[in-house]
């Protein structure tokens, strides 16, 4: 597949070389471009044939000599977040499948894209790869990529995920390993299915590809109101979720005592629904898996903390009301840490937002739509309300419904102030004040 040039940078490598906007790029050192991930990959080298082909159809070789690190200067018409490589699975706990109809269409696009597994760290199953494609991960290094593992008992992937080839996941992983490739994983995980024993065994299997197995997340299944005709499943009850958490930190000694990493970690969600207390930053060694919602809280609170220590401003602020509206389940984190952090001359209601758009099991802040948020803030004596700003689309003030933001405060008459998961930004935000 050719690639379009749509721009060059003015005084790069490719401008001196003499490529230019319009034009297309037929191959590097004889190998098709195909996408992003061959480009980054075919570029990275000292010694360069580029193939051009200029807009009249006439073609000419290129050849750049550069540091392996050196840009090019060359911005690529294709995106692959355009054409994800869509996911060929029907897994019985998919999110996706559980939207209610009539949303926007891009929250209905199922992608397991190893690419995007890559560049921005989504999670992948590997089932959709044909073996020219497996081999191209292999010879493009790939790595880390996100893996979704679920379990490593193949019959029972095949029954999670509705594919015949799910059950090649430990193969697949063992030829990542063979060729020196990392990989972080994923388990979402549905009670009396593949926790118990299941879970061990998965987790066991797993821990023998240390190092190339970097971590493990270990997350519940999410359920929203919207499951007619689908695989009957339930949430974890409080002490099922301790039983997950107790099995878990057993391993995480085990693990520490023989590899020097923790190598599984729960997500915050784990831990609010058996109500225990999170752990220390120390134990999530960096936040390797972040953005699967691990170690989230427990950052959140640390940076809050260090930015207090830093910054203290105990002088009284002008009174103000303000709200916090969050999900059910992280509301009890956010009261216990204003309320031992009192911000002086504020004050602060922490108000935890009931999901009847998706159904009340679903009790994450991301997830809290504008509707749901108007209905409930209505009339409530705030000269503020704070949300986070995972409650919007990314790049625009737009929640999952599609209420805009401005909408919403027409509605209410109050000011909202969308706020990033930083501490620091939560506590100047509570201040009134910029970072």
């Excluded at 509301?331 to 009931?354: D, Q, Y």
Aim: with cysteine.
């Amino acid at each position: 597949m050719a690639q379009r040039i749509v721009s060059v940078h003015p005084g790069s490598l490719a401008a001196r070389s003499g490529i230019r906007a319009g034009e297309t790029l037929l191959s590097i050192n004889r190998t098709p471009v195909l996408d992003l991930v061959d480009y980054q990959f075919l570029t990275a080298r000292p010694s360069l044939e580029m193939l051009v082909q200029a807009e009249d159809g006439s073609q000419r070789t290129v050849h750049i000599h550069k540091l392996i690190e050196e840009s090019l200067g060359i911005t690529l018409e294709s995106s692959m977040m355009s054409c994800p490589i869509t996911c060929a699975n029907h897994c019985i706990f998919c999110f996706i499948e559980q939207m209610p109809p009539g949303m926007r269409e891009s929250l209905y696009v199922r992608d397991d894209d190893w690419r995007l597994s890559l560049i921005a760290g989504n999670f992948v199953t590997l089932t959709n790869l044909p073996s020219k494609e497996m081999d191209r991960i292999i010879e493009r290094r790939a790595s880390p990529l996100y893996i979704s593992v679920h379990t490593t008992n193949g019959e029972l992937r095949k029954k999670m995920l509705h594919h015949i080839h799910a059950d090649r996941i430990m193969e697949h992983l063992q030829r990542f390993c063979d060729n020196n490739m990392s990989f972080h994983c994923q388990v979402v995980l549905c009670p009396g299915i593949n926790d118990g024993p299941e879970l061990e065994r998965t987790l066991t299997d797993l821990a023998t590809l240390i190092p190339h197995a970097l971590t493990v997340a270990l997350v519940p299944v999410g359920l929203t109101k919207f499951r007619e005709h689908l695989h009957p499943l339930r949430p974890y009850t409080k002490e099922e979720a301790r039983q997950v958490l107790d099995f878990a930190h057993e391993f995480q000694k085990k693990m520490l005592a023989q590899h020097g990493t923790r190598f599984v970690f729960p997500s915050d969600e784990f831990y609010q629904i058996a109500e225990c207390p999170l752990p220390d930053p120390d134990s999530y060694e960096n936040y390797p898996q972040f953005e699967n919602g691990v170690g989230v809280l427990t950052r959140l609170r640390d940076e809050f903390e260090t930015a207090l220590r830093l910054d203290p401003d105990d002088s009284e602020a002008k009174p103000r009301r303000v709200v916090m509206a969050t999900g059910v389940s992280v509301a009890p984190f956010m009261r216990e840490l204003v309320a031992k952090h009192p911000i002086p001359g504020v004050e602060i209601t922490v108000k935890p937002i009931v999901n009847y758009f998706f159904g009340e099991t679903v009790t994450v802040s991301g997830l809290i739509t504008g509707q749901d948020l108007v209905a409930q803030l209505q009339g409530i004596p705030a000269d503020e309300i704070l949300i986070t700003s995972s409650m919007l689309r990314e790049g625009e003030d737009v929640f999952l419904d599609d209420m805009t933001l401005t909408h919403a405060q027409e509605t209410l008459g109050i000011p909202i102030t969308p706020v990033p998961d930083d501490g620091a930004d939560l506590l100047y935000a509570l201040r009134g004040s910029e970072v």
